[in-house]
T-cell receptor, first 114, second 112 residues
């Protein structure tokens, strides 16, 4: 998994509660990404970061916020979880190798919002 | 607007056969096209990638064919094996550190 860990790996929460997912990398890459994966939708980008304190929105950013206070950690927060945010969340790092944005993914977090 | 269209959604191939998955893109600024393989319960893993300066790239049993004029690219898996059974995603980006746009995925089952 290219030195990427995600925590927690599984979480069940209730509607309206805040949830924070953590992504940690050991390889000091500048670019980090959060995706969600849902059946029939593939992988959709939520937010990404191009450095400490530098973040930008992706395709499906509503209801999510991110923070990056250290190079190695990228946090995804669901401000007030809803059932539509039940999904599998993947973090990725971008290496910029291979002439393109080679991205390597973590193992994922399965989130269920009741 | 779906910028990368992937087909088929699912595919069943006999062991030893050729698996073919196709993707079409719309944005002519895309210049990096990777394929990812994902097993159940795991994160996607980069399988092979191509840039438009070549029409084909081969790594072992996996080949990407690229048609710039048609804005299409495809993954061919030769001598498909049951261990290849997984979900495959194509993607595209503008290169550098540009974000990836993914297709919706193809679930491949290789029957023994």
């Amino acid at each position: 998994d290219a030195g990427i860990t995600q925590s927690p790996r599984h979480k069940v929460t209730e509607t309206g509660t805040p949830v924070t997912l953590r992504c940690h990398q050991t390889e000091n890459h500048r670019y980090m990404y959060w995706y969600r994966q849902d059946p029939g939708h593939g992988l959709r980008l939520i937010h990404y970061s191009y450095g400490v304190k530098d973040t930008d929105k992706g395709e499906v950013s509503d209801g999510y916020s991110v923070s990056r206070s250290k190079t190695e950690d990228f946090l995804l927060t669901l401000e007030s979880a809803t059932s539509s945010q039940t999904s599998v969340y993947f973090c990725a790092i971008g290496t910029g190798d291979g002439g393109g944005n080679e991205q390597f993914f973590g193992p994922g977090t399965r989130l269920t919002v009741l | 607007q779906q910028q990368v269209k992937q087909s088929p959604q699912s595919l069943i191939v006999q062991k030893g056969g050729i698996s073919i998955i196709n993707c079409a893109y719309e944005n002519t600024a895309f210049d990096y096209f990777p394929w990812y393989q994902q097993f159940p319960g795991k994160g996607p893993a980069l399988l092979i990638a191509i840039r438009p300066d070549v029409s084909e790239k081969k790594e072992g049993r996996f080949t990407i064919s690229f048609n710039k004029s048609a804005k299409q690219f495809s993954l061919h898996i030769m001598d498909s094996q049951p261990g290849d059974s997984a979900t495959y995603f194509c993607a595209a980006s503008k290169g550098g550190y540009s974000t990836l746009t993914f297709g919706k995925g193809t679930m491949l089952l290789v029957s023994p």
